[in-house]
């Protein structure tokens, strides 16, 4: 999987007139959560801050990336977690990482990539993706680019679950029922198929 290198400050100020402060000063308050743990077994956070357009090569791009976050010298192996936008401006408010590790495995969201031409769009169907990303539990080593997924054998009207799919070293936990993509009818298609029965 691709690795992008992100810089990032410690933040020592807190509440919310700091978090206006830091955004108009163009960054972004951030949080990783460790895999350290405190006293009550809760994952501890570290509060840093990022540059907007330092956040944008992780946030603007359709590409899935292991995060290294390097915080004043220290670098941190991390995933995007969460991500909080304004509802007007669309501009990132708040984002949490999560550190990961090379023997724990974690979740993330992989984009989903179809392959082939398939049977029904050769029929005149049109081929649909119904979801872009399907979260998937692995160590962060054996994450793909990509979900690739074989269509060629897709008819006219037929639909694929993610429960016919499957790949090594990887757990999808999207739910088995979800349709990830479908062969829709085309009107073209449609009145082939009429043609055809008479």
Avoid at 134 to 157: C, E, R, S
Wanted: charged share 25%.
């Amino acid at each position: 999987m691709k690795e992008i290198t992100l810089n990032a400050q410690v933040r020592t100020e807190f509440g919310k007139k700091a978090g206006r402060d830091m955004r108009r000063a163009g960054n972004v308050p951030a949080v990783v959560y460790g895999v350290e743990k405190d006293a009550n077994g809760a994952p501890v956070a570290k509060a840093i801050t990022i540059a907007e357009k330092e956040l944008a090569k992780l946030l603007y791009t359709p590409n899935v990336y292991i995060v290294n976050l390097n915080i004043e010298g220290t670098t941190v192996k991390a995933i995007l977690k969460d991500l909080q936008s304004d509802f007007v401006t669309d501009h990132p408010v708040h984002v949490d990482f999560y550190q990961i590790t090379e023997d724990k495995p974690v979740v993330m969201q992989i984009p989903v990539k179809l392959n082939g031409l398939a049977e029904g769009v050769k029929a005149g169907g049109k081929l649909a993706l119904n979801v872009r990303k399907l979260a998937v539990k692995a160590l962060y080593t054996k994450f793909p680019d990509t979900l690739d997924i074989d269509v060629t054998n897709l008819g006219l009207g037929k639909s694929m679950k993610v429960a016919a799919l499957s790949y090594d070293g990887l757990e999808i936990v999207t739910s088995k029922e979800v349709v990830v993509c479908a062969v829709r009818m085309t009107r073209a298609a449609r009145a082939a198929q009429a043609e055809n029965n008479k």
